[in-house]
């Protein structure tokens, strides 16, 4: 069965840095794009990144643009968020999910909490 595994939350000072990890199982994703998602308390969950398994292509949302990088490595079946220059208004919940070639983000991970302290 499909699983999603994040990793890599916690709490840091604003400025600072933090890589989370997301490991993909249970099935295959390779025909699947990939992302972060992210849900502050009191508000709706939000894009943040996106990337495919085949060229790596990527894509941002404007807030993180120039801070955050996501990659992937396909032997691992694993994807990275690398967050630099981190704000307060970063803090979240932050998901890992997989997008079918339909479009639809199919597969959610269970989260891991972003804390940025100012």
């Known amino acids: 069965q499909e699983q999603l595994v994040e990793s890599g939350g916690g709490l840091v000072q604003a400025g600072g840095s933090l890589r989370l990890s997301c490991a993909a199982s249970?099935?295959?994703?390779?025909?699947?794009?990939m992302g972060w998602f992210r849900q502050a308390p009191g508000k709706e969950r939000e894009f943040v990144a996106r990337i495919r398994w085949s060229f790596g292509i990527t894509a941002y949302a404007e807030a993180v643009k120039g801070r955050f990088t996501v990659s992937r490595d396909n032997a691992k079946n694993t994807i990275y968020l690398q967050m630099n220059s981190l704000k307060s208004e970063d803090t979240a919940v932050y998901y890992c999910?997989?997008?079918?070639?339909?479009?639809?983000?199919?597969?959610w991970g269970q989260g891991t909490q972003v804390t940025v302290s100012s």
């Open positions: 999910a997989a997008q079918n070639p339909s479009g639809v983000w199919r597969y």
């Open positions: 249970g099935g295959t994703f390779s025909s699947y794009g």
